[in-house]
């Protein structure tokens, strides 16, 4: 079965900088679109950023934009979350997920999950 294994969370604060890592296990990444999307608690999950399956297109929700910065490296099969500037509205499980598609869209329906890690932002 395919897996997904998210890492890097942790608690930080406001202003700070965490890098989240989403590593695949028993199939390649090469052939999908990768999203990273986040869950508050009391919230709807809200998609955060995606890469496209060639990195050349990512996408990144406005909450998100100038702060965040998605990476993939193929070679590891891994694929990054830069977060800089936190807020403490940005404290969720942020979850990474694939899409077998070219298109980087967060609004597609994503086939694999990770089981999440936790980012706190807190004084």
């Known amino acids: 079965q395919l897996q997904l294994v998210e890492s890097g969370g942790g608690l930080v604060q406001p202003g700070g900088s965490l890098r989240l890592s989403c590593a695949a296990a028993?199939?390649?990444?090469?052939?999908?679109?990768i999203g990273w999307f986040r869950q508050a608690p009391g919230k709807e999950r809200e998609g955060v950023s995606c890469?496209?399956?060639?990195?050349?297109?990512?996408n990144y929700a406005d909450s998100v934009k100038g702060r965040f910065t998605i990476s993939r490296d193929n070679a590891k099969n891994t694929v990054y979350l830069q977060m800089n500037s936190l807020k403490p509205e940005d404290t969720a499980v942020y979850y990474c997920?694939?899409?077998?598609?070219?298109?980087?869209?967060?609004?597609?329906?994503?086939?694999?999950w990770g089981q999440g890690t936790q980012v706190t932002v807190s004084s």
């Open positions: 997920a694939v899409v077998h598609s070219v298109l980087c869209e967060l609004g597609a329906y994503y086939d694999y």
């Open positions: 028993r199939f390649t990444l090469d052939y999908y679109t």
């Open positions: 890469i496209s399956r060639s990195g050349g297109s990512t």
